[in-house]
């Protein structure tokens, strides 16, 4: 039987024997399409070169790792849906067609690979929106019997872009796996039962569609394939669905042992294989430096790891669990994908720290559960419920369960609205270029030089402006306003690595002409200056970057290196950037730590910093080959793609020594000459963003130097108000601040009393079982207070209940108090019956409950119901 390994290497072999080039997989993280969450097809790193954008290839084969998770919820309920898969594929762009595209996947299938013949099915396009597509069916007749031979529709076999752009049939090749106990006289690859699976899609783009709904012939036709791995090891390893192939067995066995379950009924079969989906997916996103947060990739990851977590914890484990099974990952990709072995550690440390956060919310989430069911409501609204779900890990299953046992309905209606806002959140992802724009800005990559940047060594610099666009992308001749130059040479930076673009502006025959605002370099090949003034395309003009805005940048950035290897020092290796802010005025910088940092190894931290700065180190930048990273110990990003060669920042030392150096790192970034440059290093805060990840706010250089000059103005105004020197301010507001909680102190209690004792109303009642009540009303106070007035009005009653209200415009709050010995008196039942005729909530214990609702209607009328 092949390995998975072996079938992966055999299909890119092949292929290489078709003279095809082997590309290896691009990120997860679709740096050439800013419109997409993930890379989801093979195709996506080929847009480009599809859309004849790019005419550098004109054919290739790949193995490309993918991330889906708009289906996330079938995952686990289902014999095929995965969130992380390999897509094996082979391309054409204006090369090869239908006649090599389909003998070549057959010759695989049936001569590589072995696979019985008599098991294949294939489909064509039948027409409709297009013509049929009987090339494909008279080249497949070639091959197999015309009842082997299947027609389908738009649905099925007609592949789109969008709406408009790039489109055309597609053939797509089924294994038949055997009986699936169908009871259907008619199964065939249209039938759903499980027994036809598709392994092979073959795209023929041949039309480009216009918005009118027709069609027109693309200047070439290009070949777009895609074959899951882990389909195609189904049918190699006779594997009754995707978990039985040796992608999955190696997670699915340690986790049967490490949970001690059998994995024979349902429960456990969908725990199996959700714990080892979701391990191989969380794994490689947070190998590409992904976080969990709540926003964006790092959303979709915590959506991840918390389903597993959940599912390990109903097969009876309470603690982190998913980062041991990491190790098995990198056993099963064991060197093919890199970055897992070289951040084996990391990825064990993220996981294990949103585990342990998300057991603790999982405790937290059935309180809230059980308080949502005690509001005195009669229906979960669905909101409420898929809030459980997303944030506390609750199905709505078990909610339902749950809540039915209490006789309460869930708002299934709105509960499936909330999940269809959450899905498309994972599956729309565009940042300020459209796709339109994205589209432009690939032309503009493809048929102009790429923009060559001097801003290391100079701030000005002659160009030639070679493209003009408008705020709409549109290309012009001529710009009078707001819009974008492309230049051939340019001194200014673009945002990237986390520095913002420089600023500056044009002159054209020594004259001001524009102002530059921002430059971007949305691809990274061409810089997109955004300006604000005139020009026109072809003109000869001088570039001069704002020299006191970059030079602030460059200490700033130089900065965050001083503390990121003071905190590697403090802390060790482990710890990593995940993510950076640099501007002229101050720095931002993200770091990961599994744990709670003391204020002495922090101080310590800063010491290192500000040490390096003031032993005036040089700075050196150099490019190298990408491989001497590795041999230098110099520090990378996670997820980062790197040019090669790569730009090198060594502070302190030499190349000639690295093992002298202070800091040693992979950067595109401008920075200083010496770190004498970069004064003084000043945290302004410091705390947690997220579990497992820290952030630091400060400044340095001259950013530095002005926010001391406005403390000192500060503290010369404050001393001036106070009348003491500017030495003896802190002394003194110390003083005031005591004073003043004196003061506090002596209101409140002053306050209590009068509360208390007179300024509100006060009714009795005498309860349907003889018991005393006691209202008071007391809308002078705040909701905080009335547990006080409660006590207080308690003390004077040997055996009753007191009920103390606050109405504040049209919200009541309010508490309820026994006092005696009373028993089957229940104050949090009391505080529940007010809540519902409140539309509020109550809660609390036998002897004291709180709650608040709607102040419809006068207290008075409520307590005589009770």
């Known amino acids: 039987m092949k390995t998975s390994k072996e079938i992966r290497n055999s299909y890119l072999n092949f292929f290489k024997s078709k003279g095809l080039p082997v590309l290896p997989s691009s990120s997860l993280i679709p740096h050439s399409d800013p419109t997409l969450l993930f890379t989801s097809a093979g195709m996506v790193q080929f847009k480009a070169n599809f859309l004849g954008i790019d005419n550098s290839l004109k054919n290739a084969a790949t193995c490309q790792k993918c991330v889906r998770t708009t289906d996330i919820d079938s995952v686990g309920f289902t014999e095929r849906h995965l969130t992380f898969f390999e897509m094996l594929g082979n391309f054409s762009f204006g090369d090869y067609f239908k006649e090599e595209a389909i003998a070549w996947a057959w010759e695989y299938l049936t001569q590589v690979l072995g696979l019985e013949k008599e098991k294949l099915y294939v489909s064509i396009y039948k027409g409709g929106i297009a013509a049929r597509d009987e090339e494909a069916c008279q080249i497949w007749k070639k091959f197999v019997p015309t009842d082997h031979i299947f027609e389908l529709g738009e649905a099925d076999n007609f592949w789109t872009m969008g709406p408009t752009g790039p489109c055309g049939p597609c053939s797509e090749i089924y294994y038949d796996f055997g009986e699936k106990g169908c009871k259907n006289p008619h199964c065939d690859i249209t039938c759903d039962c499980g027994r036809f699976v598709e392994i092979w899609n073959i795209v023929f783009e041949s039309y480009n569609r216009q918005e009118d709904g027709t069609f027109k012939a693309l200047p070439h036709n290009n070949i777009d394939t895609g074959m899951g791995l882990e389909r195609l090891c189904m049918a190699i390893q006779g594997a009754k669905n995707v978990f039985e192939t040796d992608l999955f067995t190696p997670l699915t066995a340690k986790a049967k042992k490490d949970l001690n379950i059998k994995g024979e009924t349902k429960e456990e079969i969908a725990a199996l294989r959700i714990i080892a989906d979701h391990a191989r997916s969380s794994s490689f996103l947070i190998a590409e430096g992904i976080l969990p947060s709540n926003e964006g990739r790092g959303y979709i990851l915590r959506r991840l790891i918390r389903r597993a ?133 690939q032309k503009l990559e493809s048929t102009l030089p790429a923009t060559r940047f001097v801003g290391y060594d100079t701030l000005t610099q002659q160009a030639h402006v070679i493209a003009l666009l408008t705020e709409q992308y549109d290309l012009t001749d001529n710009l009078n306003g707001s819009g974008y130059a492309i230049m051939d040479v340019t001194p200014f930076y673009a945002e990237s690595g986390g520095q913002v673009g420089d600023k500056g502006y044009i002159l054209c025959n020594k004259q001001e002409v524009a102002r530059v605002q921002d430059v971007q370099k949305p691809l990274g090949k061409i810089y997109l200056h955004k300006i604000e003034g005139t020009l026109q395309k072809g003109d000869t003009v001088t570039l001069c970057v704002d020299e006191n805005l970059r030079k602030r940048s460059m200490a700033n950035h130089s900065a965050i290196h001083l503390v990121n290897a003071a905190l590697r020092q403090v802390f060790g290796p482990t710890v990593h950037q995940s993510g950076s802010f640099v501007s002229p005025e101050r720095f931002r910088f993200d770091y990961t730590l599994s744990k709670t940092p003391t204020a002495q190894e922090l101080n310590k931290a800063w010491a290192l910093a500000n040490k390096a700065a003031q032993d005036a180190l040089p700075v050196m930048c150099q490019e190298r080959p990408l491989a001497d990273a590795e041999k230098l110990g110099a520090v990378t990003l996670l997820g980062e793609k790197y040019a090669d060669p790569a730009r090198f920042v060594l502070m302190g030392g030499d190349f000639e020594h690295p093992e002298q150096k202070y800091s040693l790192e992979l950067c595109g970034g401008t920075h200083v000459k010496n770190t004498a440059d970069v004064i003084t290093v000043m945290i302004l805060k410091e705390g947690s963003v997220s579990a497992g990840v820290r952030r630091i706010e400060g400044v340095a250089g001259y950013a530095a130097v002005d926010y001391l000059k406005e403390i000192n103005h500060q503290a010369e105004e404050l001393a001036a108000r106070l009348v003491v020197p500017v030495k003896d301010v802190f002394g003194r507001i110390h003083t005031l601040v005591e004073e003043l909680k004196e003061v506090k102190k002596r209101y409140e209690d002053f306050r209590s009393k009068t509360l208390a004792a007179g300024g509100v109303n006060e009714l009795t009642f005498t309860l349907k079982n003889g018991i005393s009540l006691v209202w008071r009303r007391a809308d002078e106070a705040e909701p905080k207070e009335l547990r006080n007035i409660a006590d207080t009005v308690a003390q004077k009653q040997k055996q009753g209940v007191v009920i103390v209200t606050c109405d504040k415009g049209d919200k009541r709050s309010f508490v309820v108090k026994t006092a005696g010995n009373m028993p089957g008196v229940d104050a949090s039942a009391i505080a529940k019956q007010i809540a519902a005729d409140l539309n509020g909530r109550a809660g609390g214990r036998t002897d004291f409950a709180q709650g608040g609702g709607e102040a419809r209607k006068p207290m008075e009328e409520m307590l005589m119901g009770l």
Request: glycine share 6%.
């Open 309 to 441: 977590a959940r599912y390990a914890k109903l097969m009876g484990n309470d603690k982190p669990y998913l980062y041991t099974l990491v190790p098995t990952v990198q056993q099963i990709f064991g060197g093919l994908y890199p970055e897992i072995d070289k951040n084996l550690n990391h990825i064990q440390e993220v996981l294990k720290q949103e585990e342990k956060t998300f057991l603790k919310t999982l405790v937290t989430g059935e309180e809230k559960l059980s308080e949502l069911l005690s509001s005195g409501k009669k229906t979960l609204s669905g909101e409420e419920a898929f809030h459980l779900h997303e944030t506390y890990g609750f199905p709505l299953e078990l909610t339902k369960e749950i809540a039915a046992a209490k006789g309460i309905s869930i708002d299934e209606k709105g509960y499936e609205a909330a999940k269809e806002a959450a899905q498309e959140k994972s599956r729309s992802y565009a940042d300020e270029f459209s796709k339109n724009k994205v589209i432009m800005v």
